[in-house]
């Protein structure tokens, strides 16, 4: 009994003395709160810095990224220490492809890009011998310029690639190696029709009146580029000098903007027309005097022609062919419609405007020629006989019609070096002609140049002193040293490397 009471004492005076320590326990300094809000901004302030270190590596090189020519950069598969870090490229030519690069482990995917094609076509070729510089004409250097021009601006489109094609005929088979080694893609083809088969002898006759007779029909052969949704023949004596996405775009998206394309159409009416666009052309105002041709009967300017593949034109149109469509010399194509009458209406030039206009109408575009296939040409026409003057070609009213001459050179999208001249004639005419000859030679330069950095000086001496005996103090610099005083032009020099070596 004793005991539980002294045990019962004891407990009480614990709990007394722990009440008691309890109450006597001091709050915790105002310093322990200033403390931990110090170490709180700190770790903030670490945190902020590490986040801002990261941005602004990922802009660095999100701007080296934009900055940098990356097509450019394919043939060398791998490029090494951009900025400290390691990049890949990996690209394939299927088209609608998807470029992927990996920068620091961490893949990107840019915008897929549509592949297009361009073409050519070759109908005759004088040859070579096995020295490549003493050759008749001017084939190889005019592919070459044209393919680097293309090449050039595609480098600049945001949504299209390219593939580039020529169509060569059998008895211009020399041209085919030199072709593929310049990167196109080679079709031998024979005209797509026997012209024994035309069942009209004036049509028959009119072949005859045209640079290639019946061969300029291998143009047709674009239409069966299948694989592609837009394909470009070009002339050789042309050249591209800016990216055409809003021509490509206009035939293949059908939410876009007509009203966007008002700068590039020749005629306003066609700003309203809904639907896509099949084909896209320019007509030469120049092959026949107004007011002999309304502007829907003149021919289209066979240097460009834009065009939607379908096997069903092409049959169409070598049916239109065989069967004569009722052509008769002076009048053209279609009799009484006189779609002719002028140099070349025997062949495409005045077929296709004959076809869309007439046969298939209200699928194309005409563009506006100051700015596409450009030929510098005079808009008026005068004339002392009709005591006519300054009459616009294009029967615009109160003779107000747009002066190619005076166009700025970077509305250009592509020239076709024909009133101007040929850039081996090494002239120098009106102020355009001059800046857009210049452009040539500037791109020729651009290719001698990759040339002269691929490869060594023992398979491709950039110095034509060291081969010709020219040097730069007889040249014209105008023209980048292609030209000689005396205005004789100095042939491409091609790198004497093997036939299988892909130049551009």
């Not at 620091?104 to 020295?131: E, H, M, P, S």
């Not at 066609?270 to 030469?284: H, Y």
């Not at 869309?356 to 563009?367: A, D, F, G, I, K």
């Not at 001459?405 to 355009?432: A, F, M």
């Amino acid at each position: 009994m004793a005991d539980s009471s002294l045990r019962s004492k004891q407990k009480m005076r614990k709990d007394q003395s722990t009440i008691q320590h309890t109450n006597n326990r001091q709050p915790p300094s105002r310093w322990y709160f200033y403390l931990g809000f110090l170490v709180l901004g700190i770790v903030m302030l670490v945190r902020n810095f590490v986040f801002f270190q990261n941005s602004a590596a990922s802009i660095t090189m999100a701007k080296i990224h934009s900055s940098m020519d990356w097509n450019a950069l394919l043939p060398l598969g791998i490029i090494d220490n951009v900025n400290g870090t390691s990049a890949v490229k990996f690209n394939n030519n299927d088209n609608n492809d998807q470029q992927v690069y990996t920068v620091n482990n961490t893949t990107t995917k840019t915008k897929t890009k549509t592949t297009v094609a361009y073409a050519i076509t070759v109908t005759n070729f004088a040859g070579l011998t096995t020295n490549p510089e003493p050759r008749k004409g001017m084939i190889l250097d005019r592919a070459a310029v044209l393919h680097q021009s293309i090449k050039l601006a595609m480098n600049t489109s945001i949504r299209y690639d390219y593939d580039i094609h020529a169509f060569v005929h059998p008895e211009a088979v020399e041209v085919v190696p030199w072709l593929k080694r310049l990167g196109y893609h080679v079709h031998i083809k024979e005209t797509p029709f026997n012209i024994t088969d035309i069942q009209n002898p004036e049509l028959i006759a009119a072949q005859n009146n045209g640079c290639c007779k019946e061969r300029e029909y291998l143009k047709l052969y674009s239409y069966l580029l299948l694989d592609y949704p837009v394909v470009v023949h070009l002339d050789l004596d042309t050249l591209v000098l800016k990216p055409m996405d809003d021509v490509f775009d206009i035939m293949t998206d059908p939410l876009y903007n007509r009203i966007k394309f008002k700068h590039h159409s020749m005629w306003k009416e066609e700003e309203g027309r809904n639907g896509l666009v099949d084909f896209v052309f320019t007509r030469d105002y120049n092959m026949v005097d107004p007011p002999k041709r309304q502007p829907h009967q003149i021919g289209t300017q066979g240097g460009l022609l834009v065009m939607k593949p379908s096997k069903e034109d092409f049959d169409k149109f070598v049916s239109v062919i065989l069967s004569g469509g009722n052509y008769s010399i002076g009048r053209g194509w279609g009799g009484e419609l006189k779609y002719g009458g002028y140099y070349g209406a025997g062949t495409i030039q005045g077929l296709a405007s004959y076809y869309y206009s007439h046969l298939q109408p209200n699928r194309s575009v005409e563009l506006n020629r100051c700015y596409y296939n450009t030929m510098v040409d005079d808009p008026y026409h005068n004339s002392e006989k009709l005591n006519r003057t300054n009459m616009c070609r294009t029967l615009e009213p109160d003779n107000t019609c747009q002066d190619c001459q005076k166009t700025s050179l970077d509305e250009i999208y592509t020239t076709h070096l024909t009133v101007c001249g040929k850039p081996e004639w090494c002239n120098k005419p009106g102020l355009l002609c001059t800046k857009l000859l210049i452009e040539w030679h500037k791109v020729r330069t651009t290719l001698e140049r990759e040339w002269s950095e691929r490869y060594p000086i023992h398979l491709y001496d950039p110095k034509r002193e060291n081969i010709t005996g020219i040097s730069d103090e007889t040249t014209i610099r105008q023209y980048e040293g292609h030209c000689t005083i005396s205005r004789k032009y100095i042939p491409m020099i091609f790198p004497n490397v093997a036939e299988t070596d892909r130049l551009i």
